[in-house]
């Protein structure tokens, strides 16, 4: 079993920084792709930023320049640097591990920004 868990949410002012943080643990195996997505109310959960094994990154187009994913494959973590952060960044902020036959979710970090 894998399991996956956020750290690094909290309450910022609009122009701030923080930086999250995503630990799998369990039987991983070899290093899987790993991706950010966050959900508001009323919306749909949202692919924010994600890294492949091989380290390609993509982005939503909303958080380029500001966001950054990168990962530790010796520490099975994935970390998201956040910079710039605007209100509408408000979500709360889910980590996903994919594996060939199914993904695993951690259980979200709100991130609030204030403006």
Known sequence: QVQVVES????VQAGG???LSCAASGSIG???P???YRRTP???RELVAAISS???????DSVKGRFTISRDNTKNTVYLPMNSLKPEDTAVYYCKLSEA?????GQGT???VSS
């Open 30 to 32: 070899s290093i899987k």
């Open 34 to 36: 790993m991706a950010w």
């Open 54 to 60: 091989g380290g390609y990154t993509n982005y939503a």
């Open 101 to 105: 036959l199914r993904d695993y979710w």
């Open 17 to 19: 920084s923080l930086r």
């Open 8 to 11: 690094g949410g909290g309450l």
């Open 42 to 44: 009323g919306k749909q």
């Open 110 to 112: 709100q991130v609030t």
